[in-house]
């Protein structure tokens, strides 16, 4: 597996520096927060450095709360981070100016490493942005591998799912380097802990949630979507649009939630090259912000101070330009399931 020799860069960019606040996206998911724990071990362990993994946000999918508490990793909510005890930035599965990390103001930012599509704003001493990449999990383990420290079993297991989420098991948007390290990372893989990851158990809000999505959503010729109104954690939304697209007829869906104010959005498509990214940015518009990738993406539009009719017509204008991107008119559509009075 090739790094372009970006592991003599990134010791390059730190040099000058010893404490390193290592910031996953906001609400982070498996991959930010495998690849920002697996840096954490490689400046801690390879580089003699003090790093720390902070996001912003919550951890709210019972996924993600398992992988936390059963690897035992170490992030801390950004909110609890002191400031004073660190002098350098590096940005994980995330970029600067997109609203999906937290105030930063302060402290220089000297890395970002990502995989998803590079921004004209994005600049910094050391990058690493490798849209062809499925994962940033799968760049972070290429540096361990490079470097030739022993990976941990649970570091190991956190990139290995980090991968395997944001892939679908490598069935998604996957690269040679994502199977590569999914191989090289699988036997130092806890199978039993990995198991219990990806089968928690869940909380009744999800069900709850789940059940509000199956009787709002509405689909029209093979789109499909559906406006959950107050969810328990955004993450919901991106859990509810990728269920919804297992429909056997659709090839989008398009999922939207109120939580903290704003308007999450979630889009996801079948099609390989579609640029789900693309398209949500153009859906949302000025509005907000939004990417992501070929087949996935998310965004969200503030909306504190409206009155909740205010966001019944945001969302609303979010389906009517969904519908109008890809069939060039608008429809109500047909309810996904029937009413109780049918």
């Not at 801390?76 to 103001?105: A, C, H, M, N």
């Not at 093979?222 to 939304?237: R, Y």
Request: hydrophobic content about 40%; aromatic content about 8%.
């Amino acid at each position: 597996m090739e790094t372009q020799g970006k592991l003599p860069q990134l010791q390059k960019a730190l040099s000058g520096f010893q404490r390193v606040l290592i910031l996953t996206h906001n609400n982070p998911d498996p991959d930010s927060i495998s690849s920002a724990c697996g840096l954490q071990y490689l400046l801690e362990k390879g580089l003699n450095m003090k790093a720390k993994v902070a996001y912003g946000g919550v951890i709210g999918r019972a996924e993600n709360r398992a992988m936390v508490r059963l690897l035992k990793l170490n992030l801390s909510p950004f909110s609890r981070v002191r400031w004073k005890r660190f002098d350098s930035i590096i940005l994980v599965d995330t970029q600067p100016y997109t609203g999906y990390i937290p105030p930063i103001e302060g402290l220089p930012i000297v890395g970002i490493i990502d995989h998803h599509p590079l921004r004209r704003k994005t600049k910094a001493p050391f990058l690493d942005v490798r849209r062809e990449a499925g994962a940033t999990a799968t760049i972070v383990a290429q540096y361990l591998i490079e470097s030739g420290i022993e990976i941990p079993v649970n570091i190991a297991t956190a990139l290995f799912y980090g991968i395997s989420s944001e892939t679908q098991a490598l069935g998604r948007e996957t690269t040679k380097a994502d199977m590569e390290a999914y191989v090289t990372l699988f036997p130092r893989v806890n199978k039993k802990l990995l198991s219990r990851i990806e089968h928690p158990k869940l909380p009744r809000e999800y069900f709850a949630t789940l059940h509000r999505a199956l009787g709002k959503a509405r689909f029209f010729k093979h789109a499909i979507w559906a406006c959950l109104g107050d969810v328990e954690t955004p993450e919901f939304v991106a859990q509810i649009a990728d269920i919804l697209l297992m429909h056997e007829r659709v090839s989008w869906s398009l999922c939207l939630g109120r939580y903290d104010g704003k308007i999450w959005l979630s889009l996801r498509t079948s099609k390989e090259r579609a640029n789900a990214g693309k398209v949500l940015r153009r859906l949302i518009g000025s509005k907000g912000v939004g990417g992501g990738h070929d087949m996935m993406a998310g965004g969200q539009i503030d909306c504190k101070g409206l009155k909740p009719k205010d966001y019944d017509e945001i969302e609303m204008a979010m389906v009517r330009a969904f519908l109008r991107y890809l069939y060039k008119e608008e429809r109500a559509g047909k309810p996904l399931l029937p009413s109780d009075e049918e």
